[in-house]
């Protein structure tokens, strides 16, 4: 009889121990899978974000990422820029609070609108209507507004509003512009509870009254594919000597290293933790065990089985607990994210799309490697434990309890 007919018999003998050891390491097992999907989770969302529209390099101000200032002399970096052989397209933004009005009474303030020079820029996602690119002309002034300000104010596609653009704080008399609403969108970086639109630079200046070769706050550039976006930021850079320009790459990294380090150090001290407690139950558990069938494990000795047997017998056994809770571990730990993944990003300031808990292939093999690891380590004292058992005594000592 093998090792593992052996152990495969004694786990369907001590039925109870072994639904304790494999409910405790599948819960343990979940946790342990959610604390490794967090520790890269959020980095991989926010990257996925960057990469949603399709632009994989940013200009901004010298202010960097987290200022967000007027990019001076923007029109002609952007003709600059895109006339580069590396470069694809560029998009400039330009974002300002703004006024909505709806059958004449303002009805919406705040809200953040967003001028574009590329109609068809990826930055947002239509969900009823049609995108700026199907509807823009030069007298109109077509809207994008999201989910949230058409639930709001109770707009659909064709809707009639008013827009009028200002400061945030400073009272505008330029009479307000009169748009169209041509599509409801979800924001890639829209947060939750804030008022977000989108129309074409032309219309935005109108309703701003800024000169139409205004400072955008923001250059988007997507680089050609044989190019990548490191050789365009370094032509860019050769371009424009000391202009602040990041590769998606450089902004993740950026964020990792700030705003996503909380989230990494809270998610390896939580693994670690949960890699000890399902030590302790397995190995607590076959020494046990164990320690229940001393007499029959040096019966088994007697007749014959080397120790050899035994040990590759206990490992089998620490094994079939460990694999078994490991797998149910995983849709365990899936639900467990959903539900926390809803709970964290009820944060306020985060994007509606940001999710915590991202599934990825190197999560799935540092689980398994990290529950293999535990198996055999689980096992270790039960197997040095009947490889010094003497077993003469042992019998003995069984035959007069």
């Known amino acids: 009889m093998t090792a593992l007919n052996l152990a495969w018999r004694t786990v369907r003998r001590y039925r109870a121990q072994t639904l304790l050891a494999i409910t405790g390491v599948a819960v343990i097992g979940a946790l342990?899978?959610?604390?490794?999907?967090?520790?890269?989770?959020?980095?991989?969302?926010?990257?996925?974000?960057?990469?949603?529209?399709?632009?994989?390099?940013?200009?901004?101000?010298?202010?960097?990422?987290?200022?967000r200032l007027p990019i001076p002399g923007s029109s002609g970096i952007a003709r600059a820029v895109a006339a580069l052989p590396e470069v694809e397209r560029v998009v400039s933004l330009r974002m300002m609070t703004a006024t909505l009005q709806v059958n004449?009474?303002?009805?919406?303030?705040?809200?953040?609108?967003v001028g574009v020079s590329d109609v068809g820029a990826g930055l947002w996602t239509i969900v009823r209507g049609s995108n700026l690119a199907d509807s823009a002309s030069g007298g109109t002034c077509p809207l994008v507004v999201g989910r949230q300000l058409a639930q709001t104010l109770g707009l659909s596609v064709g809707s009639d509003v008013r827009l009028n653009a200002e400061e945030s704080g400073v009272a505008s008399a330029l009479p307000p512009v009169d748009c169209r609403v041509v599509g409801i969108g979800q924001f890639a970086f829209s947060v939750p509870g804030s008022d977000d639109a989108a129309t074409t630079l032309p219309a935005f200046y109108r309703a701003s009254g800024e000169a139409r070769e205004g400072d955008a706050d923001l250059i988007l550039v997507a680089s050609r594919d044989t190019a990548g976006p490191a050789r365009a930021v370094a032509a860019i850079q050769r371009l424009r000597p000391g202009a602040s320009v990041y590769s998606n790459e450089d902004v993740v990294e950026q964020f990792n290293r700030s705003g996503f380090a909380y989230f990494r150090q809270i998610s390896i001290v939580l693994s670690a933790l949960t890699m000890v407690f399902a030590f302790l139950l397995v190995a607590t558990l076959l020494t046990v065990s164990v320690?229940?069938?001393?007499?029959?494990?040096?019966?088994?000795?007697?007749?014959?089985?080397?120790?050899?047997?035994?040990a590759a017998m206990l490992m089998w056994e620490s094994a079939l607990l460990v694999g078994v809770g490991g797998l149910l571990a995983l849709p365990?730990?899936?639900?467990?994210?959903?539900?926390?993944?809803?709970i964290l990003r009820q944060m306020p300031g985060l994007p509606e799309q940001l999710h915590f808990f991202v599934f990825e292939r190197r999560a799935l093999v540092i689980h398994a490697g990290l529950l293999v690891a535990t198996a055999f380590a689980a096992a270790a004292y039960p197997m040095w434990l009947t490889a010094r058992m003497p077993i003469a005594a042992t019998l003995r000592r069984e035959v007069v309890d």
Do not use: K
Not at 104 to 113: D, E, H, V, Y
Not at 291 to 310: F, V
């Open 104 to 113: 004449g009474q303002p009805r919406a303030a705040n809200m953040t609108l």
């Open 332 to 342: 365990l730990g899936e639900a467990l994210a959903l539900g926390l993944d809803h």
């Open 291 to 310: 320690n229940q069938r001393l007499g029959e494990i040096a019966a088994l000795r007697a007749i014959g089985i080397g120790r050899r047997r035994i």
């Open 32 to 67: 342990l899978f959610d604390m490794l999907l967090l520790s890269r989770g959020l980095l991989l969302s926010f990257a996925d974000l960057l990469d949603r529209g399709g632009y994989d390099v940013r200009i901004v101000s010298g202010g960097g990422m987290t200022l």
